[in-house]
């Protein structure tokens, strides 16, 4: 990409202050309305971290790793729609972000991402704790930069948060070797109004006569479909999208990042589709006429099968904000290329009912004859019984993190959603460690909302370390450990794939979560009966400050519905419903 800043700054000299690098730093990230960075220190990002001690208005927290900072970040910016902001020093510090960096850019999350490196004089010559971050992040940053001088500072941090978080929003990197941040330099605020970037189209205007064609289709359509995806909820769409629907009464499904922003309440909603979607949703895209993909990219976890996948449709609509996904996967007939709120406000001016009266009576006795149902007992503690109960006592409105597996799909399945940013999850990526950590992020984000971090026993391991900062700063983080002492998801796919070959899976060895929390400072709870679990959660919610609750579950537990890679969306295994 090539940058052309049009910061202007006509206030001369004597009017201006002589501030390090650093120093710059800090003010241009309070200028973008940064109002906490999470972050771990380094020698080479040490002039930053010494400037803080000038800023008392600048917020740090300081996690016990820089994956757990770069998820605070993620969590805080996929909860309220800002830019998220993590500072490593270099080297391992800046190569500990990767796995976070690429979290991110699968799902779409604005952060902009500060590393340090070695001084000027020294890079390309192996110094200590050097390491080209930006060659190793390329393939995973919407775009990086390295500073060499600090004068371009201003311009490029503002740039940075510009990228991030317009069009298809994604992870930026600012490389800033050490002697840079200790450079001095006169400064007076920019005019970001005047911000400008070459070859940059954040974000182009919809076609109306797309727009046209995909009105004119749905009048057409007697069995449509929306997939709604996490697009919407990125682009603020969720009321817009809800007029659609109840314009031209097209049942819809969602994917797993696009859960909350379409009312699960809401009588055409079929819940999730895909790999472990309901039956209704994935039966409903293999019998339509017409697909309408709005902020989904079709990925294999939502399509499965490709050449299988919607055979009936006659019409298979994309709106997306970003061209390169339109037709990636599936052929697409009907484009909608920009804002999804834009897109659908225009379309909304036009919308009119499809012929669906018979097929959303059809779904709607799929809904009754095949809901989403588990094998409940009155001896063992179902996860699916936790969720429900969780789900119960929060009305739907809580932020909900989650790490990645079995629990992961029992949240998708059995905790309804009200509001649009009420799940913070990986869906992309797939990464483990990332539920508790967001949750903090999350937290800080929303000081006056419920967020509750729902984990298994092996991912709350790979960042259990960041429990110090929820006691220490008072982060009141409700973390539940859905323990099955077993690698669930992976023992799942073991035993149906695999002919019950198991192959280190078992975590019997994991240590005792209530008294991991305790050592932190943190109160811990334990249930095993859905006694228990009911005094035990409620005395959660009670309690001021974090809190970690434990249940155990057993380990053979499965998700279904589940639809195994390679086949069609309508070859769902129901498990104990078959």
């Known amino acids: 990409m090539e940058e052309v800043s049009m910061f202007t700054n006509k206030t001369d000299q004597t009017s201006q202050d002589l501030l390090s690098g650093s120093e710059v730093l800090l003010r241009c990230l309070l200028m973008e309305g940064t109002d906490c960075v999470f972050g771990y220190p380094g020698g080479n990002v040490l002039y930053i971290y010494d400037a803080m001690v000038s800023h008392p208005d600048f917020k740090h927290i300081l996690t016990r790793h820089e994956q757990g900072a770069i998820h605070a970040a993620d969590g805080y910016a996929r909860s309220t729609g800002k830019t998220g902001v993590c500072i490593a020093t270099s080297g391992p510090g800046a190569t500990n972000l990767v796995t976070g960096i690429a979290t991110a850019y699968m799902d779409s999350v604005p952060l902009v991402i500060i590393t340090g490196n070695v001084p000027t004089t020294v890079i390309g010559t192996d110094a200590f704790q050097e390491a080209d971050i930006i060659s190793i992040t390329m393939p995973i940053t919407k775009h990086s930069y390295s500073v060499r001088d600090v004068h371009d500072l201003p311009r490029i941090i503002h740039e940075a948060f510009y990228i991030a978080s317009t069009g298809r929003k994604g992870p930026v990197l600012i490389d800033i070797p050490k002697d840079v941040s200790n450079h001095k330099m006169y400064y007076a605020p920019s005019n970001k109004l005047n911000l400008h970037l070459q070859g940059y189209r954040a974000t182009p205007s919809p076609d109306p006569t797309e727009i046209d064609k995909l009105i004119q289709a749905i009048a057409e359509s007697e069995k449509p479909v929306i997939i709604a995806g996490g697009g919407v909820v990125y682009s603020n769409a969720s009321d817009e999208l809800l007029k659609f629907v109840n314009l031209t009464k097209i049942p819809v499904t969602t994917t797993l990042l696009g859960l909350g922003g379409f009312p699960s309440a809401h009588d055409l909603w079929l819940g999730m589709l895909g790999h472990h979607g309901t039956y209704t949703a994935n039966m409903a895209i293999q019998n339509a006429d017409l697909i309408l993909s709005i902020g989904s990219r079709f990925d294999d976890r939502v399509t499965m099968k490709v050449d299988g996948f919607a055979p009936k449709a006659k019409w298979i609509a994309h709106i997306d904000i970003d061209p390169a996904e339109i037709g990636k996967i599936i052929k697409t007939d009907i484009a909608c290329v920009g804002d999804i709120k834009a897109v659908l406000e225009y379309a909304n001016t036009k919308a009119k009912p499809s012929k669906s009266s018979s097929w959303i009576s059809n779904i709607q006795e799929n809904k009754s004859m095949y809901p989403l149902r588990y094998k409940d007992s009155d001896t063992e503690l179902k996860p699916q019984f936790v969720l429900e109960m969780i789900h119960s006592t929060t009305g739907g409105n809580a932020i909900i993190t989650t790490d990645v597996g079995q629990h992961q799909m029992w949240v998708a399945q059995f905790y309804k959603f009200n509001h649009s940013r009420s799940l913070v999850t990986s869906g992309g990526s797939g990464t483990m460690g990332f539920g508790f950590p967001s949750a903090i992020g999350a937290q800080v984000g929303n000081p006056n909302r419920l967020v509750i971090s729902i984990n298994g026993d092996g991912g709350m391991q790979m960042c259990a370390q960041e429990m110090a900062i929820c006691s220490i700063n008072n982060i009141p983080v409700k973390i539940v450990v859905i323990n099955n002492q077993v690698l669930g998801m992976v023992r799942q796919q073991q035993e149906i ?82």
Not at 512 to 529: I, W
Not at 543 to 556: K, N, Q
């Open 497 to 578: 794939i695999y002919e019950s070959r198991y192959s280190q899976i078992d975590l019997a060895g994991s240590p005792d979560f209530v008294k991991l929390a305790e050592a932190y400072g943190v109160k811990g709870l334990r249930a095993s009966t859905k006694a228990e679990a009911h005094h035990i959660w409620q005395e959660a919610l009670e309690t001021p400050g974090p809190v970690l609750v434990e249940f155990v579950v057993p380990r053979e537990e499965n998700v279904y519905p589940m639809v195994l890679g390679g086949t069609t969306l309508d070859q769902l295994i129901m498990g104990d419903f078959e």
